[in-house]
């Protein structure tokens, strides 16, 4: 990589370290009032610098990341790791969808239309 820089767009950041899939979605997380830096609400080009916290609510979790280095483009995974600190709490343990829907005894029989819809409901909570 080139000379660190100083600071950087919070939305560029955000996308560059993957916490989301693309910049807009980065940008529309800002605006919509999903991401603060050091407390306080952070609009798409709130400058981000090292050692600056950040909470960014990202699927339902909320995500607390520190700073560590500035970087403005997307990079690899294992590269994107190392900018930043995570301090976000553990996501709450999901049941797995067996236990959800249930097991059904061998031989019972093809699932009736309602097991049917209960068992895509849950694939599609994976």
Do not use: F
Request: charged residues 35%.
């Amino acid at each position: 990589m080139g000379p660190t820089m100083e600071s950087t767009r919070a939305d560029r950041w955000l996308w560059a370290i993957r916490l989301y899939k693309t910049r807009a979605a980065a940008a529309d997380a800002c605006k919509a009032g999903h991401v603060s830096i050091n407390g306080k609400k952070a609009k798409p080009a709130a400058q981000v610098r090292v050692g600056d916290r950040l909470e960014a609510r990202v699927n339902q979790r909320q995500r607390i990341v520190e700073v560590l280095r500035v970087i403005e483009s997307r990079v690899g995974a294992p590269i994107a790791v190392e900018c930043y600190a995570d301090h976000s709490p553990p996501p709450d343990p999901r049941p797995s969808a067996a236990a959800l829907a249930g097991s059904r005894d061998r031989g019972a029989g093809r699932p009736t239309k309602k097991d049917r819809r209960e068992m895509e409901r849950l694939r599609r909570l994976r």
